[in-house]
């Protein structure tokens, strides 16, 4: 799409059909999902697709050790990740949502520090990620030292097909096979589709 239309900007309505079609996209799948889940044997603490008793940290560790994996495929470096806050609090929840959204801001920290510090993998700052719960919510905090957005940026970061990562290749090598493998950014969908999750259920994501 960005190449056909030689933008990474689009327009409004392009961008608010994209929300709806991914909120779209979003249910039917968590519909399908929970009818499934519920016609099989029971899973002890679910209900179909949601965990009664869901645990954010383990959550977690599970999304930042695939964006770990990610990472060192990526730059052989990878900062640390620590996780804070209320570890212990269950809530319930569908856990691949969370998975998703925190997979997506963890890569883009790793990435943003690895870049800013150096590929060397010596002393890296680490990702900072806080769990808190409230009396009516729960919130997550994934913050870094990865040199921050740049000003010009910011109206353009939850825009469809922006990115401030380089845009990977699609193009195989030879017609005959693909040597394509998960980018850690440079598609411009991640955050965009993160906050589709976030506020599937009523929440949202917002970049400070």
Same mark, same amino acid.
């Given at each position: 799409?960005?190449?056909?239309?030689?933008?990474?900007?689009?327009?409004?309505?392009?961008?608010?059909?994209?929300?709806?079609?991914?909120?779209?996209?979003?249910?039917?799948?968590?519909? *399908?999902?929970?009818? @499934?889940?519920?016609?099989? &044997?029971?899973? !002890? %603490? +679910?209900?179909?697709?949601?965990?009664?008793?869901?645990?954010?940290?383990?959550?977690?560790?599970?999304?930042?050790?695939?964006?770990?994996?990610?990472?060192?495929?990526?730059?052989?470096?990878?900062?640390?990740?620590? *996780?804070?806050?209320? @570890?212990?609090?269950?809530? &319930?929840?569908? !856990? %691949? +949502?969370?998975?998703?959204?925190?997979?997506?801001?963890?890569?883009?920290?790793?990435?943003?520090?690895?870049?800013?510090?150096?590929?060397?993998?010596?002393?890296?700052?680490?990702?900072?990620?806080?769990?808190?719960?409230?009396?009516?919510?729960?919130?997550?905090?994934?913050?870094?030292?990865? %040199?921050?957005?740049?000003?010009?940026?910011?109206?353009?970061?939850?825009?469809?097909?922006?990115?401030?990562?380089?845009?990977?290749?699609?193009?195989?090598?030879?017609?005959?096979?693909?040597?394509?493998?998960?980018?850690?950014?440079?598609?411009?969908?991640?955050?965009?589709?993160?906050?589709?999750?976030?506020?599937?259920?009523?929440?949202?994501?917002?970049?400070?």
């Amino acid at each position: 799409l960005k190449e056909t239309l030689r933008t990474d900007v689009l327009g409004e309505g392009v961008h608010n059909f994209l929300d709806r079609f991914y909120l779209s996209r979003i249910a039917i799948r968590l519909m *399908i999902g929970h009818h @499934l889940m519920l016609m099989d &044997p029971p899973k !002890p %603490g +679910h209900v179909g697709m949601i965990m009664t008793d869901c645990s954010p940290r383990e959550v977690i560790e599970d999304a930042v050790a695939n964006a770990t994996q990610l990472c060192l495929e990526q730059y052989q470096a990878c900062p640390p990740v620590n *996780i804070t806050g209320d @570890l212990h609090c269950v809530f &319930p929840y569908i !856990p %691949g +949502h969370i998975n998703h959204m925190i997979f997506e801001l963890a890569k883009n920290s790793m990435r943003a520090v690895v870049e800013t510090h150096g590929l060397e993998g010596k002393n890296l700052p680490p990702v900072n990620i806080m769990i808190a719960e409230g009396n009516e919510d729960v919130s997550f905090r994934v913050s870094d030292m990865g %040199g921050g957005i740049a000003r010009s940026a910011w109206p353009k970061l939850f825009t469809y097909l922006f990115t401030t990562g380089t845009a990977p290749s699609l193009q195989p090598e030879t017609p005959y096979e693909s040597t394509f493998a998960a980018p850690m950014s440079g598609f411009g969908y991640g955050l965009n589709l993160a906050r589709c999750y976030a506020r599937f259920f009523g929440g949202d994501l917002q970049v400070v």
